[in-house]
């Protein structure tokens, strides 16, 4: 009797370290996370959707002539076989229109999509207003 082992591979994008600073009533919230590409190929961060958010926008803050501003993205690209870390201050998730599930405390469902058609589902663990 033959046994064929079949070895299961790693899903290409991981995501880590996911979590939503809440901010009082309904002011936007921003998502924090790290994408980690285990695949061979680069692929891009295109859209995300949560059912704590009215609308769930990819954000990238820069400094403009010493001014920090933010500004919508089309997508984030994550090379193959590395990782772009969403952080206070870079590229974030702006969670506009946040409903009550978005409580300090509470996880957040949120899905992450990509470039090559697949996505990516996880929670995202809610802090307070100064990150705890």
Partial sequence: MAVLAVAAEAAPVSVTNSWFRALPGKLPAAGYFTLNNNGRTPVALTGAQSTGCGMLMLHMTHNMGGMMQMMEVDQV??????????????????????????????????????SDGSQVSTHFAVRNASGH
């Fill in 77 to 114: 690209e994550v090379p193959a076989g590395g990782s772009v870390t969403f952080a206070p201050g870079g590229y974030h998730l702006m969670c506009t229109n946040p409903t009550a599930a978005l409580t300090a405390g509470a996880k957040l469902p949120v899905t992450l999509h990509f």
